[in-house]
């Protein structure tokens, strides 16, 4: 049993990325195939000089991370399967297998269960990944799905948190801000549906965020995107959380500093009209917003030409020397001190920023 007497830490004190500091603080590697284990968006195994393996895990638990009550089940197991991805192509990997583990409590027939499989065996097959395991438990309450996915890269190709350098070009892919905006609409319905069960709501002008929240796809194009172009990203990042949160990422993991431009962060015309229809600040939800599954990644000023109007890249800013911090330069010229404002599961506060 756990005796909490003693111990006064509450979780929200810590944070996320404190508390797994916390935890792991005291990890030792042993074995001579771990090139890296925490701290990145997968560990690095190496079995051979040929090939590194790649491996992570995230875990989503109901009511934290989803809500039954506009995610249909398979858009779940699809989404769940794109998280883990995400973080694969992030490292500038090929993802290969999975394995699936689910706790569900007796509230789930069986019927609901082939619901999520159906979307997982869909992110499997469209994704090219085996599903090779996983572990069945039961739950007190809700559902909780943790996913690990295994890739593999060549050793020069891969691409972790801590390589960027002064002087790097800053570059996004794809547009931001759309799945938090897509999740704005899904709740206002929700609240519109319990007052009114019989409302119809017209959500054809949002389809393109609601689709961005609910079925989410991750960059599987873009290591191969890059390795036809012959670039190589100097560090690599996937935007679950917000784009501040990983460029503070990818800067304190190399000690650089970065600027970034609001005028260069890419927006979809749904993302901004909705914004205005919220009257919420567009460039806050691309900074804050999270779960778009786009990728974050430095690279050297030589390779501008390579990646210079490819429709699936924005140049967003560069990489400065750490002691210049990190900014966000907004469109009327101001420097303004970029902050870690996202997504955090033990924040209590700050729920308003969101
Ligand atoms: P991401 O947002 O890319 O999924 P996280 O912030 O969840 O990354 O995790 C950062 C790093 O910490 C990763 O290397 C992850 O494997 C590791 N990590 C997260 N939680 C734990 C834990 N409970 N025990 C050990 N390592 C953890
Ligand atoms: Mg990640």
């Keep these: 049993m756990f005796d909490n007497k003693g111990s006064k830490t509450s979780l929200a004190e810590l944070g996320e990325f404190g508390l797994i500091e916390h935890l792991t603080r005291f990890v030792e590697l042993s074995q001579a195939s771990t090139k890296k284990g925490i701290g990145d968006d997968a560990a690095i195994l190496q079995f051979s000089n040929e090939e590194e393996v790649v491996v992570t895990t995230d875990m989503l638990v109901e009511g934290v991370h989803f809500d039954l009550a506009y995610m249909p089940l398979k858009h779940l197991g699809y989404k769940a399967v794109m998280v883990n991805l995400s973080d694969i192509y992030a490292m500038n990997a090929e993802a290969t297998q999975i394995t699936v583990s689910i706790a569900a409590s007796n509230r789930f027939p069986v019927e609901a269960l082939e619901e999520l499989y159906a979307g997982i065996l869909l992110a499997c097959k469209t994704y090219k990944v085996d599903l090779v395991g996983g572990d069945t438990t039961s739950s007190t309450a809700g559902l909780i799905i943790s996913i690990t996915a295994i890739g593999k890269a060549k050793p020069n190709d891969i691409c972790q948190r801590n390589g960027a350098k002064p002087n790097d070009l800053l570059v996004v892919t794809g547009d931001l801000g759309g799945a938090y ?68 990422h990818l800067c304190k993991n190399a000690k650089v500093g970065a600027n970034l431009f609001e005028e260069k962060i890419p927006l979809d015309p749904t993302v901004i009209s909705v914004c205005e229809e919220f009257n919420i600040d567009s460039t806050t939800i691309a900074l804050s917003g999270g779960e778009d599954y786009e990728l974050l990644f430095t690279i050297n000023q030589k390779d501008y030409d390579k990646i210079k109007g490819n429709p699936n890249f924005s140049i967003i800013g560069h990489i400065t020397e750490e002691k210049e911090g990190m900014h966000i330069i907004t469109r009327a010229n101001q420097k303004i001190a970029l902050k870690a404002r996202g997504w955090n599961s033990f924040e209590e506060d700050e729920q308003e920023n969101k």
């Design 181 to 248: 905006m897509g999740l704005q609409v899904l709740e206002r319905e929700k609240q519109v549906f319990k007052v009114n069960p019989n409302a119809q709501p017209d959500l054809e002008p949002y389809t393109y965020i609601i689709e961005r929240q609910l079925k989410p796809e991750a960059r599987k194009d873009i290591p191969t995107l890059l390795k036809s172009l012959e670039v190589t990203p100097t560090s690599m990042i996937d935007i679950s959380d917000g784009l501040s949160s990983e460029i503070i």
